[in-house]
């Protein structure tokens, strides 16, 4: 992969471009969650597009509320580095974030408004976020509920496809919920990399957390059949348990050989735990889909090498 250039690179640190296909991820799964497949077309298309907006938009609009905070304890971050503009970065936020609303409305055949509400609520909870709601609970809360809603406007569209008169059931919400739990669990852990807050909350420790995370990361193979489209069969859900653990299992022993990790360790960890987003949600789509329908679960799954790459040259936390 060719090196960016230093100005692309530092809007490419900004926008978080590296978490870009656990966004995509999202979308996607969540369509399967609500249909057992993926109906791509306008409508996909368009709710695909507005949640990179929000998301990226998102993340350079924390990164310019940072930028003096990030100054005096992150100077390499792109704005007090002088990558990107303070002016840039706001302006760049504020294009991304207000995309959506037309991206949704001018779609074609987007008869259910119910998935474009659920996203703006998304980018709205993401603002809040970004300009001050980030105290050590309310700020994990939010960061969960950003990620669960994303995945439910997803899931909200793909019912809406396959059947515009029946809503989902609220079980199929259960792996939305369980994937804002594992958002909410890592933004908890992101927290203790700031020592004044992990020594505040030292009886809550880093490793106990990511132990947590690393649990939590099996939801979609431990959830009730109700929450998929129709019941996973065992040796289907058997072998998704299978996935999942490969990937835990190094998480698991990363948090038993540091119990007291310093805030770069916690760091490393929250890159390791956010490029498992798309696993999770690889694992509900490969459960969703069964198999009549196990690509939209298998594409996703070979976004995660991807992201990996992406995280290397373009670390997200």
């Not at 059947?163 to 203790?192: H, I, N």
């Not at 009886?203 to 132990?211: P, Q």
Request: with cysteine; charged share 15%.
């Amino acid at each position: 992969m060719t090196a960016p250039g230093p100005r692309a690179g530092a809007i490419a640190r900004l926008l978080r471009f590296s978490l870009f296909p656990s966004v995509v991820a999202d979308v996607l799964a969540g369509m399967t969650l609500g249909s057992g497949e993926v109906q791509f077309g306008p409508p996909a298309a368009a709710l695909l597009l507005a949640s990179l907006c929000v998301f990226h938009g998102a993340m350079a609009l924390n990164d310019w509320a940072d930028r003096e905070f990030d100054a005096a304890t992150r100077p390499d971050r792109p704005i007090p580095s002088g990558g990107v503009s303070a002016r840039s970065a706001f302006a760049l936020a504020s294009i991304l974030l207000g995309a959506p609303l037309v991206l949704l409305v001018v779609s074609p055949g987007m008869d259910s408004r119910l998935p474009g509400a659920v996203l703006l609520a998304v980018a709205c909870l993401a603002v809040l976020y970004d300009v001050g709601l980030r105290g050590p609970w309310i700020g994990p809360v939010l960061l969960g509920l950003c990620r669960g809603g994303n995945l439910s406007a997803g899931l909200l569209l793909g019912a809406a496809l396959a059947a515009p008169e029946e809503p989902p059931a609220p079980l199929r919400f259960l792996v939305p919920v369980a994937y804002g739990l594992y958002v909410f669990f890592v933004a908890r852990l992101g927290r203790l990399e700031d020592r004044e807050e992990r020594d505040e909350h030292r009886k809550i420790g880093a490793s106990t957390l990511f132990l947590v995370v690393a649990t939590l990361l099996l939801g979609p193979a431990l959830l009730p059949g109700t929450a998929y489209p129709t019941a996973p069969p065992l040796l289907l859900r058997l072998g998704v348990l299978a996935i999942l653990l490969l990937v835990a299992i190094p998480m698991v022993r990363l948090a038993l050989a540091d119990r007291s990790p310093c805030p770069a360790t916690i760091e490393r960890w929250m890159g390791v735990a956010l490029g498992r987003l798309v696993v999770f949600t690889a694992a509900a789509a490969l459960l969703a889909g069964g198999a009549a329908h196990p690509g939209p679960g298998i594409v996703l799954l070979l976004l995660f090498p991807f992201g990996r790459i992406l995280a290397r040259r373009f670390p997200p936390s």
